[in-house]
């Protein structure tokens, strides 16, 4: 079995003093390994490619046979940590609570203890309200696309 723990240091010793970070990162029973990494500038192919031959170069598939994908975060894919909140400031989110209330609205700011969300009011002559929403009360965060 693929040791997490070397996947993970590996990458973040490769990720370390870019733009680029960690988002997720799993390991099937199957010896699948699968890296979810974003940017604060987005990700290029070239950045999936990159650490993508970096791992691969650490492990010997003589010994162990594995699979690798290494993606960007997706548009749609939730938000999951800090960083990827403030790359998204000025942008429509729509974050859904622990006790399930759905708040939609431009995020405004970000820090490491909650997040700001002017919220698009439900009637037109409702002035827009500015909502702090404590990061521990965040079930899920996805930002809005509009086409």
């Known amino acids: 079995m693929i ?36 940017g604060d500038n987005g990700v290029l192919i070239q950045n ?18 594995f699979e690798l994908s290494v993606f960007s975060s997706g548009v749609g894919e939730p938000l999951v940590n800090a960083r990827q909140y403030k790359k998204n400031i000025g942008r429509n989110i729509s974050i859904i609570t622990n006790d399930d209330q759905t708040i939609k609205g431009e995020l405004i700011s970000v820090d490491d203890d909650k997040v700001v969300v002017r919220e698009i009011p439900k009637k037109k002559k409702d002035s827009p309200v500015e909502m702090e929403i404590a990061s521990t009360n965040i079930k899920e965060g ?6």
Do not use: A, T
Not at 59 to 64: K, N, P, Q, S
Not at 142 to 147: L, S, V, Y
């Open 48 to 65: 999936c490619i990159d650490l993508s031959r970096k791992i691969e170069g650490n492990f010997d598939r003589e010994v162990e046979d």
């Open 142 to 147: 996805k930002i809005i696309i509009i086409f």
């Open 3 to 38: 040791d997490k723990e070397k996947v993970l240091s590996i990458v973040n010793e490769e990720l370390e003093g870019s733009d680029l970070f960690l988002v997720d990162l799993k390991i099937g029973k199957d010896n699948k390994i699968s890296v979810y990494i974003d």
